[in-house]
């Protein structure tokens, strides 16, 4: 068992331990994974490093006593309301994570349908490649959860979410993109329907909130996704993925911010006086607020435009480099940085193929349905998009020589 030491260690002592206690883990500068992280180049990391440290102690909660910080996330708001499509009357919640936007959507859409229509236990209607938040959400808010399955285009089919819809429906969920296969739902048509039904529509776009608007710049079709489509009730948009900042920084936007107190709490029930809050944190880190601010001041749109492009070349190097290794293919449609690629030989086993790469060092995302292999791009790996494709291909040729080890479809999933 371990205990708080009797004596303090010297700051040397733990540095080298810290150290030595990273020395296991994957080498994600050099593209060995595609998940968890997402990095861009030293000098972004040191403007993040000096921003977070200039608000290493101050507590968010306390915005009167430290009126700098919300200034900063007044601002960080703005600037993503106006990427997003947010009108004068839009606002936004800066929270930890896109699990906590997430929640704090579903929690405002349950409390407004209560409130207008005395809805009793609510239902939330949304595709099968809808991230598993929302079913951790609807667990801890009492919701039911209805997963209508996709088309075969990956995509929500409307047609089939609207069949599930019912009078005590309080939110549908699009995503933009989903993470399994990285394509977009048909937003405009949910939130059509959403809009008719009287049901709260949000936009899951936590990966592509802050990608995918330059990637349309760079004359990929991405399909409108933003607060200004009608019918579009809110949006989690992760500062902390494509935003490029270090994590704990993500927003619910609103297309009108009095939607926000659908996810206020307030109460006088104790003897210290009126608490409120608009997140379900109370402290919350003064550094992540500066640190977001500070990238996204840093890298400007000429950055984040330099950040999806990097990305698209990664996509395309890595694509047309898996599908020219015979028996492997890449999944279609996908849409951003996200895409899964998979065997078409049924002799070549990819949980062999998977495993050889793991062998060498690489994180291998096992994509469960269909049975794949799930990248997640971000600009590092345009570095390192030959490098991968070298792998893939010493990995099957290791699995066509007779290697036998295998690496389940559950076995590493995120």
């Known amino acids: 068992m371990t205990s708080i030491p009797a004596t303090g260690r010297s700051r040397t002592e733990l540095t080298a331990e810290l150290a030595a206690r990273k020395g296991g ?11 968890y992280f997402y990095w861009l180049d030293e000098e972004l990391e040191r403007v993040q490093q000096e921003a977070y440290l200039a608000y290493w102690t101050e507590n968010n909660l306390g915005q009167r006593a430290y009126p700098s910080l919300k200034s900063l996330e007044d601002d960080v708001i703005a600037m993503s309301l106006g990427l997003l499509g947010g009108g ?24 407004r349908a209560h409130a207008r229509r005395g809805t009793p236990r609510g239902n939330i209607v949304l595709p099968d490649s809808a991230h598993l938040t929302f079913d951790r959400a609807a667990e801890a808010l009492g919701l039911e959860v209805r997963r209508v399955p996709v088309g075969p285009d990956f995509r ?76 579009v009730t809110s949006m989690s948009a992760d500062i902390h993925k494509h935003g490029m900042a270090p994590k704990g920084a993500s927003l619910l936007l609103v297309a009108d911010a009095a939607d926000r107190e659908w996810h206020k709490f307030e109460s006088r029930a104790w003897q210290r006086g009126p608490y409120a809050a608009y997140t379900t944190q109370g402290t919350r880190p003064g550094g992540a607020v500066a640190a977001a601010w ?67 060092g690489w994180l291998v995302g096992r994509q469960q349905q269909p049975d794949g292999v799930h990248l997640h791009l971000n600009p590092i790996h345009r570095h390192y998009a030959e490098d991968y494709v070298a792998a893939v291909s010493r990995a099957v040729t290791a699995v066509r020589g007779g290697a036998a080890a295998r690496m389940g479809a559950n076995e590493r999933t995120y």
């Open 88 to 111: 004068p009357k839009a606002g936004g919640t800066f929270t930890s994570g896109g699990s906590e936007s997430i929640f704090l959507a579903m929690m405002a859409a349950r409390n």
């Open 156 to 231: 929500a089919d409307a047609v089939a979410m609207a069949a599930r819809m019912d009078g005590d429906t309080v939110a549908l969920v699009g995503s933009a993109p989903n993470y399994p296969f990285g394509t977009f739902d048909p937003i405009a048509e949910l939130a059509a329907l959403a809009a008719e039904r009287g049901a709260w529509m949000h936009v899951d776009a936590c990966v592509g909130g802050f990608l995918a608007p330059y990637v349309r710049r760079l004359g990929h079709d991405i399909p409108r996704f933003e607060l200004d489509v009608p019918g």
């Open 294 to 360: 500070a990238s996204m001041n840093h890298l400007g749109d000429e950055g984040y435009l330099r950040c999806a492009r990097l990305i698209m070349e990664a996509k395309a190097i890595i694509t047309a480099g898996i599908e020219a290794i015979p028996g492997l293919e890449v999944l279609r449609p996908n849409d951003l940085g996200i895409l899964v690629w998979r065997t078409t030989d049924p002799a070549l086993d990819i949980g062999k193929v998977a495993a050889a790469m793991d062998a060498e």
């Open 25 to 35: 883990d994957r080498d994600w500068r050099h593209g060995k994974l595609a998940v």
